[in-house]
């Protein structure tokens, strides 16, 4: 049986959602994506100990929802899957552009880029392919694809972005080998520059790490 791919353009839309205010006060906004099965509403419970006037968290929402556990009663997201990966890519990006443009953060504040699980493809995807200044990118749980490469980074390096990898030691999904393989990713992409944490734990946000970041 023979196909064509054909593409068509059209105009989507599609929520996100943010907790706290921004304002004058705000030292921090943060950028975070969630990883697979999650809703940005309930994302943003992780932050919620954060102190609300110096905080301002945006949760973009992953665009492809779907009923977890075939029980047709809670709903989860998904970022991308291998199939039409770089154009689904772009489609994030533009909705990633939107928002900032819409936020329209201010000068003084500190942009920090969090992904966790799933969330880690889409946040270095992002700096990697765009042109966007963060002063901490928080890579929690998550691998960083395969496609990009040290030279994607190399701005982040120059503007001096404190880069961090947080994993659980007892996280089902980093084994060893795995470990071990993302740690040289990680310093093959970053240069040497990027702090490991690790916790007593599993594939899990804890509050209390999130909260060490904001200073």
């Known amino acids: 049986m023979q196909t064509t791919i054909k593409n068509v353009q059209y105009q989507h839309t599609n929520s996100y959602e943010t907790l706290n205010d921004l304002g004058p006060k705000t030292k921090n906004v943060w950028l975070a994506f969630h ?27 992953a665009p492809s929802k779907y009923y977890l556990n075939g029980k047709y009663r809670h709903v989860g997201a998904s970022w991308l899957t291998r199939v039409d990966r ?14 900032l ?12 880029v969090f992904g966790f699980s799933q969330g880690v493809s889409v946040a270095t995807r992002l700096l990697a392919k765009t042109n966007l200044k963060c002063s901490k990118l928080i890579l929690y749980a998550g691998g960083i694809p395969d ?11 120059k503007d001096g972005t404190a880069v961090y990898s947080v994993v659980g030691t ?6 060893a080998k795995r470990l071990e393989e993302e740690t040289e ?10 702090k490991q944490i690790t916790f007593n734990g599993g594939h899990e946000l804890k509050k209390e790490i999130i909260n060490s970041f904001a200073y």
């Not at 990009?148 to 190399?154: M, Q, S, V």
């Not at 990713?185 to 990027?194: S, Y």
């Open 147 to 157: 496609e990009l490469k040290a030279t994607d980074f190399e701005r982040l390096i």
């Open 185 to 194: 990713k990680l310093d093959q992409l970053f240069q040497g520059t990027a």
């Open 86 to 99: 770089e154009q689904e890519t772009q489609n994030i990006l533009n909705y990633v552009g939107k928002i």
């Open 35 to 61: 990883g697979i099965g999650f809703l940005s509403k309930y994302f943003l419970r992780y932050f919620e100990d954060l102190d609300s006037d110096q905080n301002y968290i945006i949760a973009p929402q």
């Open 101 to 112: 443009e819409s936020e329209n953060i201010p000068s003084h504040c500190q942009l920090i």
């Open 170 to 175: 007892e996280d089902e999904y980093i084994n």
